[in-house]
């Protein structure tokens, strides 16, 4: 068996050194490695050595203890304070620990006695020394890709901030007109305005989306999900684009299908959207039909998709390419369609994180099928339904009358039309409003309302604002003794951002572009207390509906029957699991009244769920001991309750939904 002969290392290397027969002696080291590929530079003293390794060159620094008057050690300190990475061996002409623990504790990579010196010893030193050069290289990179990675997570936020904010102008004044009695002529121009500054905000969301993915930070959070909610919801929402279109759009199902499936409900969403949505656009005549069925899989049952258009099809060529990002058919259709060719790249690698895997199948001038299929969690037991489509009466929780609410809510933005747009909101619930341009002006206000004797109900507070921004503002009017809630409004949401706002005294956080309904949520949960019906309406009120989770059985049955004894209807779920499973179902209840002590589920991680998946819903909690609501963080719990229950602690709460 013959050796491999060893590779050769190709190295540039330093040698600071001020005798010629010691630099002679060392070339002729190197040149007798036969595994090393050396290219010697030489310089006699210190200040062009430090000039040589400054210029960074160089993979191995060779350098003497003695330079005429001077030391090699002031040298050696000198790189490693300037952050110089070259390793660097010294070299003496005498032993010496003390000297040579003094080079190692300076950061030298290695001693070498020159009258000691052997061809293997310096092999070995040169070897390490190349491979520490390497890993430094390595460590440095890493370190440079996460500072640049920080760098574009702070250009996309601040690119989001940017572009979102006057997206909340243009989608609220424009929702706002098409509400009006006076816009009835111009209803067709400002639908095209709403959708085309939806259709901008989906192309911001696909942006930070590919980036997520990219950097991979793109999580998904299966939670129980009702299948035909999340098709009736989507049917809903594309049938009018259809129908303007001139399309038919069909939604059936191949075989009986799961009532609730375990999937990122929210990302199952954004893929049916744009696959169905991309069916349409690219459709001038004809239909797009949905199919649902489900499938064994190898060991697994799935649940499968399939997206059939009558539309223009995609080029054979272009079929393997078609799920890359920024990939677009090469068509005067497609240029005329527009896009940014995102949507598909990111709904593949949506799918392929959800257990499943899409194909297509076109044909140019004819149409083009997409299936796709994601694993919808244990289904075996689950019951199954076909699909219906006909809205149910049953999926609207209680009393969603049109909220009456009295207070003061303090607006801070340095927008001027952002500040009007939320004020005609609030003010349409009967709630009065004031304005702020900026923290220091909000800071003035909020004083002022204090030294009089009066209090702000609530604040929206925008994080960017010139001269003092939202943060600092709202530590300073903290410091002022206020202690009503204070929202954040945001375009730069990212991961842990509401754990910082809450430490610095916020109570919640809106993603801008706001829309109404989540401020009327806010506004529901916040100003709940001031909630007013006169009597010509109350007769017309729907029966409050409560979801009370609680483990302990007996416990459960007692409120529920308290609340019935109030007037409200109740649906009991003794586990976390179940609580999930009746939001999937109903998706909004009046309250929650949620147990923190569970058997499948740490009650604070449970409440974090419904927030992420079902925000429009307002929690008490339930517990044995004194449960700290503003120390929470959570946006939706509104109040805690005290063991045991009383009849008149839940008229109170019934009292606030009213």
């Known amino acids: 068996m013959t050796n491999q002969p060893k590779p050769v290392v190709q190295a540039k290397i330093l040698l600071v050194e001020d005798d010629e ?4 002696i060392t070339r002729s080291h190197l040149e007798d490695l036969t595994s090393l590929d050396s290219q010697l530079t030489w310089v006699t003293n210190s200040v062009e050595g430090l000039q040589k390794l400054t210029e960074g060159n160089f993979d191995i620094c060779l350098l003497d203890y003695q330079l005429g008057a001077e030391t090699g050690l002031s040298l050696l300190k000198q790189a490693v304070d300037s952050g110089i990475s070259t390793p660097i061996i010294m070299l003496t002409g005498q032993p010496d620990k003390q000297l040579d623990l003094q080079a190692l504790e300076y950061g030298a990579a290695d001693f070498l006695v020159k009258s000691e010196l052997s061809e293997a010893r310096f092999a070995r030193a040169i070897r390490y020394a190349l491979s520490r050069r390497e890993f430094e290289l390595e460590r440095l990179n890493r370190l440079r890709l996460e500072a640049d990675n920080k760098s574009k997570d702070r250009f996309l936020a601040h690119l989001s901030h940017e572009l979102r904010t006057p997206l909340s102008s243009i989608l609220g004044y424009t929702e706002l007109l098409l509400e009006s009695d006076h816009t009835e002529s111009a ?12 259709h901008l905000l989906s192309l911001l969301n696909d942006i930070l989306d590919l980036s997520k993915i990219t950097a991979n930070k793109l999580e998904l959070r299966p939670e129980p ?24 759009l069909n939604i059936s199902s191949l075989t009986p299908l799961p009532v609730l499936i375990t999937v990122d409900g929210t990302r199952l969403r954004q893929v049916l959207i744009n696959l169905i949505y991309n069916a349409i656009k690219f459709t001038d005549a004809g239909s797009i039909s949905v199919e649902l ?4 899989d190898a060991a697994k049952e799935m649940l499968f998709f399939r997206i059939t258009d009558t539309g223009v099809g995609i080029p054979q060529r272009q079929l393997k390419e078609i799920f890359a990002p920024f990939t677009q058919i090469e068509d005067y259709l497609t240029r005329k369609k527009g896009g940014a060719g995102l949507g598909l790249a990111i709904s593949a690698e949506l799918i392929q994180r959800m257990g499943g895997y899409i194909d297509v199948a076109s044909e140019e001038g004819k149409g083009s099928v997409f299936t796709f299929s994601v694993d919808p969690g244990d289904i ?12 149910s009466l049953g999926n609207i929780g209680g009393a969603h009358n049109k909220l009456a609410l009295t207070g003061e809510v303090l607006i801070v933005d340095d927008l001027a039309d952002l500040r009007k747009l939320s004020a005609h909101w609030v003010q349409a619930t009967g709630a009065l409003v004031d304005f702020a341009e900026n923290g220091i002006e909000a800071i003035a206000k909020v004083k002022h309302k204090v030294a009089s004797g009066k209090h702000y109900d609530l604040i929206l507070m925008d994080l960017h604002m010139p001269g ?21 409004l945001t375009a730069a949401m990212a991961k842990g951002i509401r754990q910082q706002l809450t430490a ?3 109570n919640d956080v809106l993603s801008k572009p706001i829309t109404k309904n989540q401020l009327y949520r806010v506004l529901r949960c916040y100003l709940a207390d001031h909630t007013a019906l006169t009597d010509s309406n109350a007769a017309d009120i729907a029966p409050l509906h409560f979801l009370v989770v609680e483990d302990d059985t007996e416990a ?20 976390a699991q179940e609580c999930m499973r009746e939001l999937a179902l109903l998706h909004r209840f009046d309250r929650i009244l949620l147990d923190l002590g569970l058997p499948d589920s740490d009650g604070e991680q449970l409440i974090e769920r419904i927030e992420h998946s079902y925000p429009d819903n307002i929690v008490i909690v339930v517990s044995g001991h004194e449960h700290d609501v503003a120390a929470s963080g959570s946006a939706i719990v509104q109040q805690s309750l005290l063991k045991p229950i009383t009849k008149q602690a839940l008229h109170s709460i019934v009292l606030t939904c009213r």
């Open 380 to 391: 075996v037991q689950a019951q199954r339904k076909p699909l219906s489509l006909e809205p």
């Open 21 to 24: 027969d010691d630099y002679i």
């Open 468 to 488: 003092m921004g939202g943060r600092e503002a709202t530590v300073a009017i903290r410091e002022t003794g206020y202690s009503h809630p204070v929202v954040a």
């Open 556 to 575: 459960a049955q007692l409120m529920q029957i308290l609340l019935q004894s109030l007037g409200v209807k109740t649906t009991l779920a003794h586990s």
């Open 293 to 296: 069925w489900t499938q064994q």
């Open 225 to 248: 999900t009702s299948l035909r909610h999340l098709i009736l919801d989507i049917y809903t929402l594309l049938k009018v684009t259809a129908i303007d279109n001139g399309l038919e």
């Open 504 to 506: 610095l005294g916020f």
């Open 187 to 198: 209803r067709p121009e400002l639908n095209i305005i709403l959708n085309n500054g939806k």
